[in-house]
C-alpha cells in the first residue's frame, strides 16, 4: 500500500464515519472531502471541481427544474387523479394502480417530488375508501423508488453510474437501458408488495393509519384529553390588560383556541384582546402546567432590600460580549444556545443597533456581530476572554451599566413564605426564565447567600430571592392564581367544528426551509396566524412542550386556525396539505405544453440528437420560458444538497482510481470472492451496495463503489456494464429504513411508520429485487470479455 492509497483510504474513512454520524450534514461533508483531496495534492484544482460541470450533475438539476414544470402546471396531478379512480376500494387493486402510478411517473420526474406529489393524493384516497392510509403509504414511496430503475433518468444512481462508465473511457448507458431489468423488477416488486407485503404493513387505524376527519383528527393528536376552559374573575388584576400582557398562553405553553364573551365565542382571538371580568378563555395543552406556574403568585416582595443587593453586587458581575462571526453561536437562539452551562453565565440583554431588549429573549436567534449582555460571578466573567466565540469582552459597571441596561430597576427581592407550596419544589421546574425574563440572582437563607444558583436548587420556606425582572410582571402572576378553571368543557361550544376554526393535517416538503427548526423559534400564530397543536412522529404524538420540539421531514403536523388561513398554506412550499379543505385545484392550462417539452427531451435523447445533460437544461430552460414555472420556483426545486453532494464526492473517486484505491480495495474483494467466478463476485458487490444504503447516501455510495467494480472487472477480464447495471439497481433500491431515501421518510408521519415497520416490509421486498435481478442479470445482461 502506498502513501497515496493509505491517505485516500483514511479521507474515504472519515467521510465514512461522518455520514454514518450525521455529526455534520453529508453536503459539508462532501465539500470537506472535496477540500481534503485538493490539499493533499490527490487532485489538481480542475479534477476537484470537475464534478461541478459534471454531465450527471447537470442532468440532476435539471430534471428536478423539468419535474417541477410537470408538477406546477398539473399535468402530474391530472394523471395522478385520473389513475387513481380505476382503483376502486379494493385494498388490493389500489396499492397497484398507486403503485404503477407512482413507478410510470418517477421513470421520468424526481422520484421524491412524485412522492410528494402523490402524498396528498394518496391521503385523500385513503379518507373516501376508508382503507387506513398506513396501507397505502409505503407502497407509493417504495413505488418512486422502483420506478427510478427503468429510465436513465429516473434517478440520479443511475446516471452517475453511467457518467462513471463515460470518464473511464467505456460505452455508457442509453436512456432506455435500464428498462429491461428495470421494468421486471418493477413489476415484481409491485406484485410482492400488493399481494404479500401489505400483509406486513401496520393495520391499527388508531394507533397508525391516520384518518383525517376533524373527528378522528382530535382523537388521534388527544386534544379533548388537554382541553379545559380558563374563567377571569371581575375583580381580577388582569381586567383591562391584553392577552399579551396576561402572557396566559407563553407562559404555559397553552394555545388559546377561543374567547367566550356574552354567550358568543371568537376562535383565535387576536393578542391585542383585551380582557373583561367574566371572559372564559377556552385553552388546550396542559392543566398540570397551568397549575404549576400559579404556585410562584406565593411570592411576597420586600419593599427594602438594601444589604443584600450589596451582598450579591460584590460577588456578580455584567459584560458585554460581541458574538463573532465565526462562533457556532450564530443563528442560535438565546435558549439554546446554553451560556449557563457552557460558561456559567446568564443571557439578560441584547443590544442591536443600538438598541436594547431585555425581555423575551429565549426565541431571539443571535446573529454575528451582535452584543449580548451576559451575567455571572467575577471569575466566570473573566474567564470569557478565553473562549473563541467572541470577538469582544467588555465589562459593564457602574453608571455605564445602568446607563444602557437599567439593571437597578429591574432587581427585586422576594420572600417565600414558609407555608408556600413552592418549599421543596426546584427552580428548573418553574418557566419563569423563558415566560417573564425572571431570574434567580442569589437566594439567601439561614445567613449565608448563594449566588447564581443552579436548576436543581431547591427552594425553602423563608427563602429570600433577589430576581432580576419586571416587578410588575408578579400582578400578572396573582392574576392567573385568581383564574378558575373548569376542566369539563361545554360541547356546544363546539370550536374544533367551527367553520371559523378548523384542524388541518401537513407534513413538510421534503425541501422545506423548516425542518430543523423549533417550533417556538417559527411562532405559528405571528407567521401564519394559526397555531400548530400537535405532531406525530414515528408512530405516536410528540409530548405536549411544543415549544423545544424541532421539526424534521416525515413529521404529520395537525394545524388548528381559521379556515381560510389554513387553505393559504396549500400554496405555501414549505408544507404538503394532507386534508382538503376545497383548496384551488392547479391551473392546467400549460399542462400539455409541459407534457410536450418533456417528451421532446426524451425522444431528442433516444435519437441520438443531444446528449442527456443538454436536452435536460434546454428543455429545462423553455420550462421557464414558457411559464409554466418562473426562475424563483426553479431555483427552489433544485435540492442544492444532493448536487453539491455529488459534485463534492467526484473527486474522491477520481483520486480513488489514480491513486490505486480502487484496485487495493477490489484485490481485497477479488481475494474473497474471486476463485467463486464472476457471479459470485457481483452479488458479493450488490450486497454490499444494497447494505450500504442504510447509512450511507446513494449519490456518495455509488460514486464509490463505480471504481471498485470497475477496477474487480478489470481484473476478471470482463466489461463492466453487467456489475455496473447490478450496482444501479442496488444502489436504488433502498427499501430499509426511514433514512434510506427522502421518500421513506416524507411518508413516516403521515402513514404513522415506525422504524420496524419499514424493517418487516423492506427487507423481504430488498430479498425479493436481489432475486429477481440475479436471474434476470445474466439472461438481460451476459458477461462479455474484454475486446
Known amino acids: 500500500m502506498t502513501l497515496d492509497i493509505a491517505i485516500v483510504l483514511i479521507i474515504l474513512g472519515v467521510s465514512l464515519v461522518l455520514f454514518i454520524s450525521e455529526v455534520i450534514r453529508m453536503d459539508l461533508v462532501a465539500l470537506l472531502v472535496l477540500g481534503a483531496l485538493a490539499l493533499t495534492g490527490l487532485v489538481d484544482a480542475d479534477q476537484a471541481f470537475a464534478g461541478f460541470s459534471n454531465g450527471a450533475v447537470i442532468t440532476v438539476w435539471a430534471m428536478f427544474i423539468l419535474s417541477e414544470g410537470l408538477t406546477r402546471t398539473g399535468i402530474a396531478d391530472i394523471i395522478g387523479r385520473q389513475v387513481m379512480k380505476l382503483g376502486g376500494t379494493r385494498e388490493f387493486t389500489m396499492i397497484i394502480v398507486i403503485m404503477v402510478t407512482g413507478a410510470v411517473l418517477s421513470a421520468f420526474m424526481n422520484n421524491i417530488g412524485v412522492a410528494a406529489l402523490m402524498l396528498p393524493v394518496v391521503v385523500d384516497v385513503a379518507r373516501r375508501t376508508r382503507i387506513p392510509a398506513s396501507r397505502l403509504l409505503m407502497p407509493l414511496a417504495y413505488s418512486t423508488l422502483l420506478g427510478g430503475l427503468m429510465t436513465l433518468i429516473g434517478t440520479p444512481p443511475n446516471l452517475l453510474i453511467s457518467e462513471s462508465l463515460t470518464r473511464f473511457g467505456l460505452e455508457s448507458f442509453e436512456l432506455f437501458d435500464f428498462t429491461p431489468l428495470g421494468g421486471a423488477v418493477m413489476a415484481i416488486g409491485v406484485i410482492f408488495v400488493a399481494l404479500f407485503g401489505r400483509m406486513l404493513l401496520p393495520k391499527a387505524v388508531a394507533k397508525h393509519g391516520r384518518q383525517v376527519s376533524q373527528r378522528s383528527l382530535r382523537t388521534q393528536y388527544k386534544l379533548h384529553e388537554r382541553t379545559f376552559m380558563m374563567r377571569v374573575p371581575t375583580n381580577s388584576v388582569l381586567v383591562g390588560k391584553t392577552l399579551a400582557e396576561s402572557r396566559i398562553g407563553s407562559s404555559t405553553g397553552l394555545i388559546i383556541l377561543a374567547l367566550v364573551r356574552q354567550g358568543r365565542s371568537e376562535p383565535l382571538p387576536s393578542r391585542q384582546t383585551v380582557l373583561r371580568g367574566g371572559d372564559g378563555i377556552l385553552v388546550q395543552g396542559r392543566v398540570d402546567q397551568f397549575r404549576e406556574l400559579r404556585r410562584w403568585s406565593d411570592l411576597v416582595i420586600e419593599r427594602e432590600a438594601p444589604v443584600l443587593k450589596s451582598m450579591v453586587a460584590a460577588k456578580v458581575s455584567y459584560a458585554e460580549v460581541t458574538i463573532a462571526d465565526t462562533s457556532p453561536f450564530v443563528g442560535e437562539l438565546v435558549r439554546h444556545a446554553a451560556f449557563r452551562s457552557r460558561f456559567n453565565v446568564w443571557v439578560v440583554g441584547l443590544r442591536r443597533r443600538n438598541q436594547y431588549r431585555l425581555t423575551n429573549l429565549a426565541y431571539v436567534p443571535l446573529r454575528k456581530g451582535e452584543r449580548v449582555l451576559v451575567q455571572g460571578e467575577h471569575e466566570a466573567i473573566t474567564q470569557l476572554e478565553k473562549f473563541s466565540d467572541f470577538a469582544e469582552v467588555e465589562v459593564l459597571k457602574g453608571e455605564r451599566l445602568q446607563q444602557r441596561y437599567q439593571t437597578d430597576n429591574r432587581m427585586f427581592v422576594v420572600r417565600l413564605p414558609?407555608?408556600?407550596?413552592?418549599?421543596?419544589?426546584?427552580?428548573?421546574?418553574?418557566?419563569?426564565?423563558?415566560?417573564?425574563?425572571?431570574?434567580?440572582?442569589?437566594?439567601?437563607?439561614?445567613?449565608?447567600?448563594?449566588?447564581?444558583?443552579?436548576?436543581?436548587?431547591?427552594?425553602?420556606?423563608?427563602?429570600?430571592?433577589?430576581?432580576?425582572g419586571q416587578p410588575s410582571d408578579l400582578d400578572v402572576l396573582r392574576g392567573l392564581q385568581e383564574f378558575e378553571i373548569e376542566t369539563s368543557v361545554p360541547a356546544n361550544l363546539g370550536a374544533f367544528e367551527s367553520e371559523r376554526l378548523t384542524l388541518m393535517d401537513a407534513t413538510l416538503d421534503p425541501r422545506s426551509t423548516l425542518a430543523g427548526r423549533t417550533v417556538g423559534e417559527l411562532n405559528f400564530r405571528e407567521r401564519y396566524g394559526i397555531e400548530l397543536a400537535g405532531i406525530w412522529r414515528e408512530g405516536e404524538t410528540v409530548g405536549t412542550e411544543l415549544a423545544d420540539e424541532r421539526l424534521q421531514i416525515g413529521d404529520a403536523l395537525l394545524l388548528l386556525g381559521p379556515r381560510d388561513r389554513l387553505q393559504l398554506l396549500s400554496s405555501d412550499s414549505d408544507f404538503l396539505i394532507l386534508t382538503p379543505l376545497g383548496q384551488k385545484p392547479p391551473d392546467t392550462r400549460r399542462a400539455p405544453l409541459a407534457a410536450l417539452i418533456m417528451l421532446t427531451v426524451v425522444v431528442s435523447v433516444m435519437m441520438g440528437k443531444a446528449p442527456i445533460s443538454i436536452a435536460a437544461v434546454i428543455g429545462a430552460s423553455i420550462m421557464v420560458l414558457t411559464g409554466c414555472l418562473n426562475m424563483e420556483q426553479a431555483y427552489r426545486s433544485i435540492d442544492w444538497r444532493a448536487i453539491f453532494l455529488i459534485a463534492g464526492m467526484l473527486p474522491l473517486g477520481t483520486a480513488m482510481a489514480e491513486t490505486g484505491a480502487a484496485t487495493y480495495l477490489a484485490d481485497q474483494v477479488m481475494t474473497l470472492l474471486g476463485d467463486a467466478g464472476p457471479w459470485p463476485v457481483i452479488m458479493g458487490l450488490y450486497v454490499l451496495t444494497a447494505m450500504a444504503t442504510m447509512i450511507i447516501p446513494t449519490a456518495a455510495l455509488v460514486v464509490l463503489m463505480a471504481p471498485i467494480v470497475l477496477s474487480a472487472m478489470s481484473d476478471m477480464g470482463l466489461e463492466?456494464?453487467?456489475?455496473?447495471?447490478?450496482?444501479?439497481?442496488?444502489?436504488?433500491?433502498?427499501?430499509?429504513?426511514?433514512?434510506?431515501?427522502?421518500?421513506?421518510?416524507?411518508?413516516?408521519g403521515p402513514g404513522g411508520y415506525r422504524f420496524i415497520d419499514y424493517l418487516k416490509v423492506g427487507v423481504p421486498l430488498t430479498i425479493v429485487v436481489f432475486i429477481t435481478v440475479m436471474v434476470l442479470l445474466p439472461i438481460l445482461w451476459p458477461l462479455q470479455a474484454v475486446q
Do not use: W, Y
Not at 441 to 456: K, T, Y
Not at 459 to 468: F, H, R
Not at 721 to 747: E, G, K, R
Open 418 to 468: 414558609k407555608a408556600s407550596d413552592l418549599v421543596g419544589s426546584t427552580l428548573r421546574k418553574s418557566r419563569l426564565a423563558d415566560v417573564f425574563d425572571f431570574r434567580v440572582v442569589a437566594i439567601f437563607r439561614d445567613g449565608e447567600l448563594s449566588v447564581m444558583p443552579r436548576g436543581d436548587e431547591e427552594l425553602a420556606g423563608g427563602d429570600l430571592l433577589l430576581i432580576e
Open 720 to 748: 463492466p456494464q453487467t456489475a455496473m447495471m447490478a450496482i444501479a439497481m442496488a444502489a436504488s433500491a433502498s427499501f430499509t429504513s426511514p433514512i434510506s431515501h427522502p421518500a421513506n421518510i416524507l411518508v413516516m
